[in-house]
């Protein structure tokens, strides 16, 4: 990409910015592609280096209503702040939902599956003395008791993948405040 094709589509995703703060991110961009160009590098290998400029607009937009939220804490500052990242998230968004919606809908069967088994073996052991259970009462109880067992160790696993699945968003989350944090402190 050309120091002039990233530039152009750098200004287009500033778009809606205060006019000033705009420049001066330009400008910025500008001294990174004549720093590079005085270290020998070519226009392609600058830009290639500072990723894709629609993300870095998206980015610098998100920092820029979350600096806002920072200093207003207003209704309007949370809503632009929200929607920013929700702005920056968008693209992985359609990343992420191909392989989350699977794990969560095998979660919630199999937490739907704990449930229903604790209730299985709930009546196994209350009916199964009383409706002639093969090996008689005490098998029926101790079938009820070891459903009911399974059952709850089925929620446990549920519940442990559910906080690392839960866990692991939030790293995801972070990491994109990381690369954030350096544009929000600068």
Same mark, same amino acid.
């Given at each position: ?14 778009? #809606?910015? =205060?006019?000033?703060?705009?420049? &001066?991110?330009?400008?910025? !961009?500008?001294?990174? +592609? ?9 226009? %392609? ?6 990723? &894709? =400029? #629609? ?19 207003? /209704? *309007?500052?949370?809503?632009? %702040? ?5 702005? @920056? $998230? ?7 939902? /191909?392989?989350?919606? /699977?794990?969560?809908?095998?979660? +919630? ?7 229903? $088994?604790? +209730?299985?073996?709930?009546?196994? +052991?209350?009916?199964? =003395?009383?409706?002639?259970? /093969? ?5 029926? @109880? ?9 059952? %709850?160790?089925? #929620? ?15 790293? !995801? *989350?972070?990491?994109? !405040?990381?690369?954030?944090? =350096?544009?929000?402190?600068?």
């Amino acid at each position: 990409m050309t120091r002039q094709a990233f530039i152009a589509r750098l200004r287009d995703g500033l778009t #809606g910015l =205060p006019a000033q703060a705009v420049a &001066d991110i330009i400008s910025d !961009y500008e001294t990174h +592609f004549a720093e590079g160009e005085a270290a020998g590098r070519t226009e %392609a290998e600058v830009a290639a280096a500072l990723g &894709d =400029p #629609g993300r870095l607009a998206r980015e610098i937009r998100a920092e820029s209503s979350l600096s806002r939220w920072k200093s207003e804490r207003s /209704p *309007g500052a949370a809503a632009g %702040a929200i929607a920013a990242v929700l702005g @920056l $998230g968008a693209i992985d968004v359609l990343i992420l939902l /191909p392989v989350l919606m /699977p794990v969560i809908g095998v979660l +919630f069967a199999l937490g739907v599956a704990s449930v229903v $088994g604790m +209730f299985a073996g709930g009546g196994i +052991f209350v009916v199964g =003395p009383f409706a002639g259970f /093969p090996g008689g009462i005490a098998a029926a @109880l101790l079938a009820g008791i070891g459903v009911m067992a399974g059952s %709850a160790s089925l #929620g446990a696993v549920v519940t442990l993948a559910s906080i690392g699945l839960i866990n692991a968003l939030v790293w !995801y *989350g972070r990491l994109h !405040y990381r690369l954030l944090k =350096p544009a929000l402190e600068s």
